[in-house]
């Protein structure tokens, strides 16, 4: 299963608040899971990514939980500001093939 | 920073046209890919490119899709006869290996009339 299931698929968190996005996988051959931010009209930008040997990153504002026997991750934005309004998809590669979640609409609002 | 590019930003052509969208690799990457977005929909992978030959296709990359890297800086996606179901945003993306991150350009919106 090549699948990538992406969760919820709209968010509108107040600023200062804790964006959480979530994404489940059934392929165990996947090895590493990026996420990716958006913008209209723009390419996906790689915000931060995660191997399978580390339950959780983070870099700034964003963290990435990973729980591998859920075959589960998430995105969790901290201190939610209005800039960070986009579409976020996380995906998963295996042999360098990334397949993508089918994308969160989040926005922050005042 | 070193950044993916690709041209046209739009390409408009008829149906049964060929087209050849155009992307400039990080200079040092290795490894190339073609991924398309239809409207408001999710990312799908199309091709990965290396060492001169593709890696891995996916079944969207029939017969009528092509790719090539015809000098040491350009990487191409040529279309042989465009459907109306090839309107899409189409993504190249650049990596230094196969484990690590993949890095996108800004995209051809391909219309298809």
């Known amino acids: 299963q090549q699948q990538v299931k992406q969760s919820p698929q709209s968010l509108i968190v107040q600023k200062g608040g804790i964006s959480i996005i979530n994404c489940a996988y059934e392929?165990?051959?996947?090895?590493?899971f990026p996420w990716y931010q958006q913008f209209p009209g723009k390419g996906p930008a790689l915000l931060i990514a995660?191997?399978?040997?580390?339950s959780e990153k983070k870099e700034g504002r964003f963290t990435i939980s990973f729980n591998k026997s859920a075959k589960q991750f998430s995105l969790h934005i901290m201190d939610s500001q209005p800039g960070d309004s986009a579409t976020y998809f996380c995906?998963?590669?295996?042999?360098?093939?990334?397949?993508f979640g089918t994308g969160t609409r989040l926005q922050v609002t005042l | 920073e070193p950044e993916v590019t690709q041209t046209p930003s739009h390409q408009v052509t008829q149906m049964g046209q060929e087209v050849i969208l155009r992307c400039v690799p990080i200079?040092?990457?290795?490894?190339f890919y073609w991924y398309r977005q239809i409207l408001g929909q999710k990312v799908e992978f199309l091709v990965s490119?290396?060492?001169?030959?593709?890696?891995?296709k996916s079944e969207i990359f029939d017969d009528q899709f092509s790719v090539e890297r015809p000098d040491g800086s350009n990487f191409t996606l040529k279309i042989r006869s465009t459907k109306l179901e090839d309107s899409a945003m189409y993504f190249c993306?650049?990596?230094?290996?196969?484990?690590?991150?993949?890095?996108f350009g800004p995209g051809t919106r391909l219309t298809v009339t």
């Open positions: 993306a650049s990596s230094a290996g196969t484990s690590y991150e993949q890095y």
């Open positions: 392929n165990t051959a996947f090895d590493y």
């Open positions: 995660i191997r399978p040997d580390v």
């Open positions: 995906a998963a590669s295996f042999h360098s093939k990334l397949t």
């Open positions: 200079s040092n990457h290795l490894y």
């Open positions: 490119f290396y060492n001169n030959e593709i890696s891995e």
